[in-house]
């Protein structure tokens, strides 16, 4: 069983619309988790980090559920611009290594 | 605003050959990983380094070796490049932490083809 599993996708939905991603770890000594957004032939970069108690930037809002070690990002109002590959990951007790789990592609179409 | 640089874009060599990709952070990071992306398996680490002439195996070290001579430079070696090596390798750095993690910057990446 891969550490990090998500849905591959991937999610066609259309501008304006609003569409979640959820996300599964198996390591439940893992302390920090995050989402990352690759776009197209590009590198992955920071979209944000995931906290307990949940947290929101502007359309964007993450989960952490440690109970069912599953953590969720909610996109609202989507944008042409938000279409990318989603990646979650999740730290080790030690915090330096990242589990990148393969990524959920979303399409935002017009 | 960090920057890490990798050496070529695209690459093509022959199986057998010795390849070297290079990787440069200009932000006095002590971690440096590379790691390899292929489709539907995501990012995975192949060696990781914590400090100068520090090295560690990631989950997939299997013909790869690993050079860190200075702080700013982590090189990754296939001593002879085989065909399922073909993939795109991607150079990261962060902070060295003791605890909840901090984020994880990435170069540009290197699409290396063996034929």
């Known amino acids: 069983r891969k550490e990090v599993e998500q849905d591959p996708g991937p999610f066609n939905v259309p501008e304006g619309a609003t569409v979640a991603f959820n996300c599964t770890y198996s390591?439940?000594?893992?302390?920090?988790f995050f989402w990352y957004r690759q776009d197209c032939r590009k590198e992955p970069k920071l979209l944000m980090s995931v906290y307990s108690s949940g947290n929101e930037d502007g359309r964007f809002t993450a989960q952490l559920n440690r109970a069912s070690q599953y953590i969720s990002l909610l996109i609202r109002d989507s944008k042409l611009s938000d279409s990318a590959t989603y990646l979650c990951v999740g730290a080790g007790r030690d915090g330096n290594k990242l589990v990148f789990g393969a990524g959920t592609i979303l399409r935002v179409k017009s | 605003d960090v920057k890490v640089t990798q050496s070529s874009r695209y690459l093509v060599k022959r199986t057998g050959e010795k390849v070297f990709l290079e990787c440069v952070q200009d932000m006095d990071h002590e971690n440096m990983f590379w790691y390899r992306q292929d489709p539907g398996l995501g990012l995975r680490l192949i060696y990781f380094s914590y400090d100068v002439k520090m090295k560690e195996k990631g989950d997939i070290p299997e013909g790869y070796s690993v050079s860190r001579e200075k702080k700013e430079r982590f090189s990754l070696i296939l001593e002879s490049a085989s065909t399922n090596q073909t993939s795109m390798y991607l150079c990261a750095s962060s902070l060295l932490v003791w605890g909840p993690s901090y984020e994880q910057y990435f170069g540009p990446g290197t699409r290396l083809t063996v034929t």
């Open positions: 390591n439940s000594a893992s302390q920090s």
